[in-house]
């Protein structure tokens, strides 16, 4: 070990200091003064952001740490610095929701750090077994935040199913990475992709292993027919945990997978691909048709998030650099659009009770004309109409399964595409068509305001001028 | 004045302007109107420019704007336009106009209804004159929002069920396109439109991408058997929401045939004409008679758009018959212009239409006919306009709307004696159902005591009325203008699609 190899691992190593010292400092901060917790949470953002874009690599250029284990590339660099910037923006808009339930606690913030520090080993693993650090790192913290709010019955329940189906993959995740180190001889990614290339190893056994860890992928994606946590979680979790849930984790599943599949195991990819294609369509079928069946507001963004995984494998499964490039700039257009919807339901969760009713939306453009058309904005990105930051991710990860050769599969997706528009329709309808119950306009403290406001800008101008983000996304792949 | 980034200037100012109007409308009532009705009169005079320095003499494309847009994918931001792009723009600018004084008194958020024309107004220029096909999308697709807005916030008590039929009928058909323009980029490596002209495409492949883009432009057009939320969306939307549908939108999917299906694939559009020919022939002939048959004034009207749009379909796919029986090219532009001019006079007539019908509807909130009769007695100048207007409607002589037909029919006889036969029962039809309600609303005894009640024409709709009243009959009487402007993309679009593109 190196200063050099330290110097790499620098924002992780940043981070874990911070959440042990946001973990201390809070036991001194009174409950009055429990803001110095929150802007000390935000700074570590904003130093982690300085500290990772000061190493920004250059396009193609790869750097190795600790013997391997860790990777620092310009894919990972990108994906880090989208999950501070959305993470703070999720701190923005958990604090008032925290505030209004009581649960306004350090522990939040500690645990969405280490969450956060889960994710960044996921994203820069170069071995299987950081990728499994990570990952239980990430899942263990969830858990727990999904269970923050400890007299909720919900809360309680949905923390209880996430942990044992969690715990389920992670275990069937390491079962086929154990099965594929018991192929190759070798846990480091690289080691393997080669080992791959030489045709070393039993076909039936690396088969195998290559089922269980698309399981394990499939899991923490979200992906139909390993699904049937997101609802819950989503439904029974407190409504700033859902919106952490639905955001920045989809940064690191995308990258789960990346590394697995691309670094690790590129050499089945003829059989990854079939997986992945079964679980894409049958993700944007069930997702899109059951959400339309949906009354509370969690329960269907949820179902469209499991839709919208099934986008993003749409782009992944082509195992292309384009591919990739689509799935990364998928993964982050959903994380800032979702993260924008679930803060308008946040705020409109007033009064100790949350706004999960998709009718609590009515006349909603009376109330809040602005957050109103910011909600709308967020919808049609969703839904993917032009020129929102949406419409440009489906038709890139369209592009990209279309060059595959999945012609019948990119036709799924966008009649899909079309039953999906129509629940989000239906709360623009709630919101704008129909006569409010009350008058009295939804208020929300100004950094509250001013957050969602640059979300839901960034929805449209990073389609209108989506350009440079799918440049950035590209050179990642490079 | 041509360095200046006019088409630029006529997209992005409507937009620019409906921006303001969202933001500074609550503080500002009094201005909301002024400001949109300057908008839209400096964006009209813009387009005149455009007119102004038109050279119709060349089938290329003119006032070209290019940026890149997005660079990995080879993206521009390309706008231009030639003689098949410039009359729907200046239609587009035109109505614009109307719009704004025909909804000078809505009340309801009139600045957020504003302003959504005036972004609809922009997104519409764009997409005429994008020739990037990426970009056309986007501005294709981009305007269900505020249309769906519209009609939702504005429109009658059915609003909803009509506004999300809409949407996801039009979604619904574009989403093929956008796959079969991706193909197309894939094998090509373009989206430029002028680029996909001359892309070489095999007959197999030609067929499906016909097929999408048919979809998609079939049910903006929309033809026969997809045109279902037409009637819906015309009689639930406000007066100023079915005029800009009837006046431009329909217009957007025979733009699209004549820019994307005929040129890009033109031998599957040869291969399968007989569907199309076929689907326009059963628009004409069966939905005129469904026409006949409505007792409510703005249905009788969409069936009555649905049933002309079915000569735009027709004259567009007349050029492979009459180049298959005559064996020259020369006559092959005559469908086609036809189609071309079918869609601007439908443009006014039927926009003058659904202005007449909102007149009345302001007055005595009712669509039905049977609550009205002998209105001619009551508002007299009124019923001189709208009785032209139906009129025209039918095809009379002197009138725009007699010209398109005249050509189309023309046209049909070069190809094929039936397809002339059916297409001319329109005439009959059209006089049948167009008079047969000028003689049950205008004429005969004052119906009631609303009739009685009714004041004659305002000086707002005066200004509307004379606009439409010289357009309908300028068109009629001395079509050249409008004809020599496209003459020569015409002549170049048939010398073109009659190359094959099979290699």
Same mark, same amino acid.
């Given at each position: 070990?190196?200063?050099?190899?330290?110097?790499?691992?620098?924002?992780?190593?940043?981070?874990?200091?911070?959440?042990?010292?946001?973990?201390?400092?809070?036991?001194?901060?009174?409950?009055?003064?429990?803001?110095?917790?929150?802007?000390?949470?935000?700074?570590?953002?904003?130093?982690?952001?300085?500290?990772?874009?000061?190493?920004?690599?250059?396009?193609?250029?790869?750097?190795?740490?600790?013997?391997?284990?860790?990777?620092?590339?310009?894919?990972?660099?990108?994906?880090?610095?989208?999950?501070?910037?959305?993470?703070?923006?999720?701190?923005?808009?958990?604090?008032?929701?925290?505030?209004?339930?009581?649960?306004?606690?350090?522990?939040?913030?500690?645990?969405?750090?280490?969450?956060?520090?889960?994710?960044?080993?996921?994203?820069?693993?170069?071995?299987?077994?950081?990728?499994?650090?990570?990952?239980?790192?990430?899942?263990?913290?969830?858990?727990?935040?999904?269970?923050?709010?400890?007299?909720?019955?919900?809360?309680?329940?949905?923390?209880?199913?996430?942990?044992?189906?969690?715990?389920?993959?992670?275990?069937?995740?390491?079962?086929?990475?154990?099965?594929?180190?018991?192929? @190759?001889?070798?846990?480091?990614?690289?080691?393997?992709?080669?080992?791959?290339?030489?045709?070393?190893?039993?076909?039936?056994?690396?088969?195998?292993?290559?089922?269980?860890?698309?399981?394990?992928?499939?899991?923490?994606?979200?992906?139909?027919?390993?699904?049937?946590?997101?609802?819950?979680?989503?439904?029974?979790?407190?409504?700033?945990?859902?919106?952490?849930?639905?955001?920045?984790?989809?940064?690191?599943?995308?990258?789960?997978?990346?590394?697995?599949?691309?670094?690790?195991?590129?050499?089945?990819?003829?059989?990854?691909?079939?997986?992945?294609?079964?679980?894409?369509?049958?993700?944007?079928?069930?997702?899109?048709?059951?959400?339309?069946?949906? @009354?509370?507001?969690?329960?269907?963004?949820?179902?469209?998030?499991?839709?919208?995984?099934?986008?993003?494998?749409?782009?992944?499964?082509?195992?292309?650099?384009?591919?990739?490039?689509?799935?990364?700039?998928?993964?982050?257009?959903?994380?800032?659009?979702?993260?924008?919807?679930?803060?308008?339901?946040?705020?409109?969760?007033?009064?100790?009770?949350?706004?999960?009713?998709?009718?609590?939306?009515?006349?909603?453009?009376?109330?809040?004309?602005?957050?109103?058309?910011?909600?709308?904005?967020?919808?049609?990105?969703?839904?993917?109409?032009?020129?929102?930051?949406?419409?440009?991710?489906?038709?890139?990860?369209?592009?990209?399964?279309?060059?595959?050769?999945?012609?019948?599969?990119?036709?799924?997706?966008?009649?899909?595409?079309?039953?999906?528009?129509?629940?989000?329709?239906?709360?623009?309808?709630?919101?704008?068509?129909?006569?409010?119950?009350?008058?009295?306009?939804?208020?929300?403290?100004?950094?509250?305001?001013?957050?969602?406001?640059?979300?839901?800008?960034?929805?449209?101008?990073?389609?209108?001028?989506?350009?440079?983000?799918?440049?950035?996304?590209?050179?990642?792949?490079? | 004045?041509?360095?200046?980034?006019?088409?630029?200037?006529?997209?992005?100012?409507?937009?620019?302007?409906?921006?303001?109007?969202?933001?500074?409308?609550?503080?500002?009532?009094?201005?909301?109107?002024?400001?949109?009705?300057?908008?839209?009169?400096?964006?009209?005079?813009?387009?005149?420019?455009?007119?102004?320095?038109?050279?119709?003499?060349?089938?290329?494309?003119?006032?070209?704007?290019?940026?890149?847009?997005?660079?990995?994918?080879?993206?521009?931001?390309?706008?231009?336009?030639?003689?098949?792009?410039?009359?729907?723009?200046?239609?587009?600018?035109?109505?614009?106009?109307?719009?704004?004084?025909?909804?000078?008194?809505?009340?309801?958020?009139?600045?957020?209804?504003?302003?959504?024309?005036?972004?609809?107004?922009?997104?519409?220029?764009?997409?005429?004159?994008?020739?990037?096909?990426?970009?056309?999308?986007?501005?294709?697709?981009?305007?269900?929002?505020?249309?769906?807005?519209?009609?939702?916030?504005?429109?009658?008590?059915?609003?909803?069920?009509?506004?999300?039929?809409?949407?996801?009928?039009?979604?619904?058909?574009?989403?093929?396109?956008?796959?079969?323009?991706?193909?197309?980029?894939?094998?090509?490596?373009?989206?430029?439109?002028?680029?996909?002209?001359?892309?070489?495409?095999?007959?197999?492949?030609?067929?499906?991408?016909?097929?999408?883009?048919?979809?998609?432009?079939?049910?903006?057009?929309?033809?026969?058997?997809?045109?279902?939320?037409?009637?819906?969306?015309?009689?639930?939307?406000?007066?100023?929401?079915?005029?800009?549908?009837?006046?431009?939108?329909?217009?957007?999917?025979?733009?699209?045939?004549?820019?994307?299906?005929?040129?890009?694939?033109?031998?599957?559009?040869?291969?399968?004409?007989?569907?199309?020919?076929?689907?326009?022939?059963?628009?004409? *002939?069966?939905?005129?008679?469904?026409?006949?048959?409505?007792?409510?004034?703005?249905?009788?009207?969409?069936?009555?758009?649905?049933?002309?749009?079915?000569?735009?379909?027709?004259?567009?796919?007349?050029?492979?018959?009459?180049?298959?029986?005559?064996?020259?090219?020369?006559?092959?532009?005559?469908?086609?212009?036809?189609?071309?001019?079918?869609?601007?006079?439908?443009?006014?007539?039927?926009?003058?239409?659904?202005? *007449?019908?909102?007149?009345?509807?302001?007055?005595?909130?009712?669509?039905?006919?049977?609550?009205?009769?002998?209105?001619?007695?009551?508002?007299?100048?009124?019923?001189?306009?709208?009785?032209?207007?139906?009129?025209?409607?039918?095809?009379?002589?002197?009138?725009?709307?007699?010209?398109?037909?005249?050509?189309?029919?023309?046209?049909?006889?070069?190809?094929?004696?039936?397809? *002339?036969?059916?297409?001319?029962?329109?005439?009959?039809?059209?006089?049948?159902?167009?008079?047969?309600?000028?003689?049950?609303?205008?004429?005969?005894?004052?119906?009631?005591?609303?009739?009685?009640?009714?004041?004659?024409?305002?000086?707002?709709?005066?200004?509307?009325?004379?606009?439409?009243?010289?357009?309908?009959?300028?068109?009629?009487?001395?079509?050249?203008?409008?004809?020599?402007?496209?003459?020569?993309?015409?002549?170049?679009?048939?010398?073109?699609?009659?190359?094959?593109?099979?290699?």
């Amino acid at each position: 070990m190196t200063i050099n190899e330290l110097q790499l691992a620098l924002p992780e190593i940043f981070v874990l200091s911070m959440a042990c010292v946001v973990l201390l400092a809070d036991l001194f901060i009174s409950d009055e003064r429990r803001g110095l917790t929150h802007l000390l949470a935000v700074l570590t953002l904003v130093f982690a952001t300085i500290l990772t874009l000061r190493v920004m690599l250059p396009p193609g250029e790869v750097l190795y740490a600790f013997s391997g284990t860790f990777i620092r590339d310009r894919f990972g660099d990108v994906l880090k610095v989208f999950s501070y910037i959305i993470l703070a923006g999720v701190f923005v808009y958990a604090k008032h929701y925290l505030r209004q339930f009581n649960l306004f606690k350090g522990e939040f913030y500690t645990l969405s750090l280490f969450a956060l520090l889960g994710i960044m080993v996921m994203i820069s693993a170069g071995n299987m077994i950081t990728i499994y650090l990570g990952l239980e790192l990430l899942a263990l913290s969830t858990y727990a935040l999904v269970a923050l709010d400890r007299d909720s019955r919900f809360g309680s329940e949905a923390a209880m199913k996430y942990f044992i189906l969690g715990s389920l993959a992670s275990g069937l995740l390491l079962y086929g990475m154990s099965l594929i180190y018991g192929a @190759t001889g070798s846990l480091d990614l690289a080691t393997i992709s080669a080992a791959l290339g030489d045709g070393m190893g039993d076909s039936m056994l690396l088969t195998f292993g290559l089922v269980f860890v698309v399981i394990g992928i499939a899991f923490k994606l979200g992906a139909v027919p390993f699904h049937m946590w997101v609802p819950d979680v989503y439904h029974g979790a407190p409504l700033a945990i859902t919106l952490f849930i639905s955001s920045v984790p989809k940064l690191a599943g995308l990258a789960l997978a990346i590394r697995l599949l691309d670094n690790g195991l590129i050499g089945l990819h003829g059989d990854w691909q079939g997986m992945l294609v079964v679980l894409a369509a049958l993700s944007l079928v069930l997702g899109n048709v059951i959400a339309i069946a949906q @009354t509370n507001i969690k329960r269907m963004l949820a179902y469209s998030t499991i839709s919208h995984m099934g986008f993003m494998l749409m782009g992944i499964l082509a195992g292309t650099p384009e591919g990739y490039a689509a799935a990364m700039f998928y993964a982050i257009a959903y994380a800032i659009t979702s993260a924008g919807a679930f803060a308008v339901v946040i705020m409109m969760s007033i009064d100790g009770r949350e706004a999960d009713q998709i009718d609590d939306y009515k006349g909603l453009a009376r109330r809040n004309p602005w957050q109103a058309f910011l909600m709308l904005m967020m919808l049609f990105s969703l839904a993917g109409i032009p020129v929102f930051i949406g419409f440009f991710a489906k038709w890139q990860v369209i592009a990209a399964a279309l060059q595959a050769g999945f012609v019948g599969l990119s036709v799924l997706a966008v009649l899909a595409a079309v039953a999906g528009a129509f629940y989000y329709l239906r709360i623009v309808k709630l919101m704008y068509f129909d006569e409010p119950d009350q008058e009295a306009p939804v208020s929300a403290p100004v950094d509250f305001r001013a957050v969602l406001t640059i979300n839901g800008v960034a929805v449209l101008a990073l389609g209108v001028f989506s350009g440079g983000l799918i440049s950035l996304c590209v050179s990642a792949f490079v | 004045m041509s360095e200046w980034p006019l088409l630029s200037l006529l997209v992005w100012l409507p937009i620019a302007a409906a921006v303001g109007l969202a933001v500074l409308g609550p503080r500002q009532p009094g201005l909301v109107r002024p400001m949109a009705l300057i908008t839209t009169l400096v964006t009209f005079v813009l387009s005149l420019l455009l007119w102004s320095g038109f050279d119709a003499g060349t089938a290329a494309m003119q006032f070209e704007e290019r940026l890149v847009w997005i660079a990995a994918f080879d993206i521009h931001y390309h706008l231009g336009i030639d003689g098949l792009s410039l009359p729907l723009i200046l239609l587009t600018t035109l109505i614009g106009v109307l719009i704004v004084i025909g909804g000078w008194q809505i009340s309801d958020r009139p600045h957020l209804y504003l302003a959504a024309f005036l972004l609809l107004q922009g997104l519409m220029t764009g997409m005429f004159a994008a020739l990037d096909a990426l970009l056309f999308y986007v501005f294709f697709e981009a305007m269900l929002v505020p249309m769906f807005l519209i009609i939702g916030i504005w429109g009658g008590p059915n609003r909803i069920y009509a506004t999300i039929k809409f949407f996801l009928f039009t979604f619904f058909g574009s989403v093929f396109m956008l796959i079969a323009l991706i193909w197309l980029y894939l094998q090509g490596g373009s989206f430029a439109i002028l680029d996909l002209h001359q892309q070489a495409i095999d007959l197999n492949a030609q067929i499906w991408i016909f097929l999408a883009f048919l979809i998609a432009f079939a049910v903006k057009i929309p033809m026969w058997p997809v045109h279902t939320w037409l009637p819906d969306a015309h009689v639930e939307a406000p007066t100023g929401g079915s005029v800009v549908l009837a006046a431009v939108m329909l217009k957007i999917g025979g733009y699209g045939l004549v820019r994307f299906s005929l040129p890009i694939v033109p031998d599957a559009a040869a291969a399968l004409d007989w569907l199309v020919i076929g689907l326009s022939l059963v628009a004409i *002939a069966y939905i005129g008679f469904v026409a006949l048959a409505q007792s409510d004034m703005k249905k009788l009207i969409a069936y009555s758009s649905i049933s002309h749009m079915g000569f735009v379909t027709l004259g567009l796919f007349l050029a492979f018959a009459i180049v298959r029986n005559t064996g020259e090219v020369t006559g092959a532009g005559l469908g086609i212009s036809g189609a071309m001019v079918q869609m601007i006079s439908h443009g006014f007539i039927s926009g003058a239409m659904f202005l *007449a019908v909102g007149v009345l509807y302001d007055r005595v909130h009712s669509r039905e006919i049977s609550s009205y009769g002998g209105v001619a007695n009551t508002m007299p100048w009124f019923a001189m306009f709208a009785v032209l207007f139906f009129m025209a409607n039918a095809g009379l002589p002197g009138t725009s709307g007699f010209v398109g037909e005249f050509m189309v029919i023309l046209a049909a006889f070069h190809a094929n004696f039936w397809f *002339a036969f059916v297409a001319a029962t329109t005439l009959l039809l059209g006089a049948a159902y167009s008079l047969w309600l000028v003689k049950r609303v205008f004429y005969g005894e004052v119906g009631n005591s609303a009739v009685a009640a009714l004041k004659d024409l305002t000086g707002r709709e005066w200004t509307l009325m004379v606009t439409l009243a010289v357009l309908v009959l300028g068109v009629g009487i001395w079509p050249f203008p409008l004809l020599h402007m496209m003459e020569a993309s015409v002549q170049n679009l048939v010398e073109h699609i009659v190359l094959t593109k099979v290699e």
